[in-house]
């Protein structure tokens, strides 16, 4: 009971605390409709003005995504935008003037002894009090709630003119998480392929060749060609097993989990064709499902110089920012990467599923740098 109290004061005070902070900036606003006024008028500073009155809003109020400002539209908005400004005026001056009033009566109240000496022998001072007092009161809370409706005003001329409603926000957001929902789901399908085509062409093929050699060693009858055939098939057994453990690898690495993923980029370049050459900012874990996003766009875009571009180093650097975690695999091979190739597209659609962003620079001769953010508290 007692932290169902505890939140419902500090939901009021973050009520007042919010409404306070629209009154400063619809005052400032108030003072800056003017001057985009002038701006707009003489066509000079349109798009700085408008800015600040955009990061006002934001700080104030909260933020407003706009479209790229153009010129021409930064100027129809501070055009516009001189109204509400002398609306918010308006509203601050009517509700200054009740709050000086009532400030008065109260005043009276309290150091005149009450309002009965105050009064003359008729009772008239007391019934124009009154008079006052009851409005004055209505009018204070019609421009206390007058403050946040201009305020969302404010924000409303500047998301209509100059950005996007949250309306249409949510239906791109919509459409975006579709489409990476099928993009998901495709990539699922491509790797589910790769893996058939990996057991098909590697490992089930070394198993019907260890099949034939235990079968030929069964039918022979020196011992010298016996133990020849019995250590080509071990020899067979033991590549089986190694092409095994690779395919389970690509699939997911055993040692993310075990170890994290500082461990597992270590094994990755310990595999790797090529020299590797590791640096690893993170101080903490981001999660097992970015640390599998991070692993693999290092795997792939190893995997792809050491296959296809003959580098003499791959360099692998992940790094924490405040919003996020950047990663960059960078190789001197022969460049001319394909973006929109299995291997690449599959991670750009594996990047895109955690919101993240993901871009490839591989002109020809080189060099090649992927690079990859994904999003993380």
């Keep these: 009971m007692a932290n169902v109290h505890q939140e419902g004061q500090l939901s009021a005070g973050s009520l007042v605390r919010g409404w306070f902070r629209m009154l400063v900036g619809l005052t400032i606003g108030s003072v800056t409709g003017l001057l985009g006024l002038v701006a707009a008028i003489s066509g000079v500073g349109v798009v700085r003005q408008t800015g600040y009155e955009l990061g006002r809003i934001a700080r104030f109020d909260r933020a407003v995504h706009t479209n790229p400002l153009t010129r021409k539209g930064c100027r129809r908005y501070l055009a516009a935008r001189w109204l509400v400004g002398g609306l918010g005026a308006g509203v601050i001056c009517m509700l200054a003037f009740w709050y000086v009033v009532a400030l008065s009566m109260v005043t009276a109240w309290l150091f005149d002894g009450g309002w009965g000496l105050v009064q003359d022998g008729d009772g008239v001072t007391v019934k124009l009090l009154a008079m006052v007092a009851v409005p004055g009161a209505l009018v204070i809370f019609v421009t206390t709630a007058g403050v946040v409706g201009v305020a969302a005003l404010d924000r409303w001329l500047a998301t209509g003119m100059l950005g996007t409603s949250q309306q249409a926000l949510l239906r791109q957001r919509v459409a975006?998480?579709?489409?990476?929902?099928?993009?998901?789901?495709?990539?699922?399908?491509?790797?589910?392929?790769?893996?058939?085509?990996?057991?098909?062409?590697?490992?089930?093929?070394?198993?019907?060749?260890?099949?034939?050699?235990?079968?030929?060693a069964r039918r022979v009858k020196g011992e010298e060609q016996l133990q020849d055939l019995l250590q080509q098939a071990h020899f067979t057994a033991g590549e089986t097993l190694d092409e095994l453990r690779e395919v389970a690898t690509r699939v997911y690495p055993a040692v993310l989990d075990d170890s994290g993923l500082d461990a597992a980029l270590e094994v990755l370049a310990e595999r790797s064709s090529v020299r590797v050459e590791i640096s690893n900012e993170l101080k903490a874990s981001p999660g097992t499902?970015?640390?599998?996003?991070?692993?693999?766009?290092?795997?792939?875009?190893?995997?792809?110089?050491?296959k296809h571009a003959d580098p003499s180093v791959v360099e692998i650097s992940v790094w924490p920012d405040p919003t996020g975690i950047t990663v960059m695999v960078w190789d001197d091979g022969d460049g001319g990467a394909d973006p929109t190739g299995t291997g690449l597209s599959g991670l750009a659609r594996r990047v895109k599923a955690v919101d993240g962003e993901f871009e490839v620079t591989s002109p020809r001769g080189g060099p090649t740098t992927i690079y990859a953010r994904v999003p993380c508290e």
């Design 289 to 306: 499902a970015l640390e599998t996003v991070i692993y693999f766009v290092v795997s792939e875009a190893v995997n792809n110089a050491a």
């Design 176 to 216: 975006e998480l579709t489409s990476t929902r099928a993009e998901v789901i495709e990539a699922i399908d491509d790797e589910r392929r790769r893996i058939e085509r990996d057991l098909h062409d590697g490992v089930q093929q070394r198993l019907v060749a260890l099949g034939m050699l235990i079968g030929r």
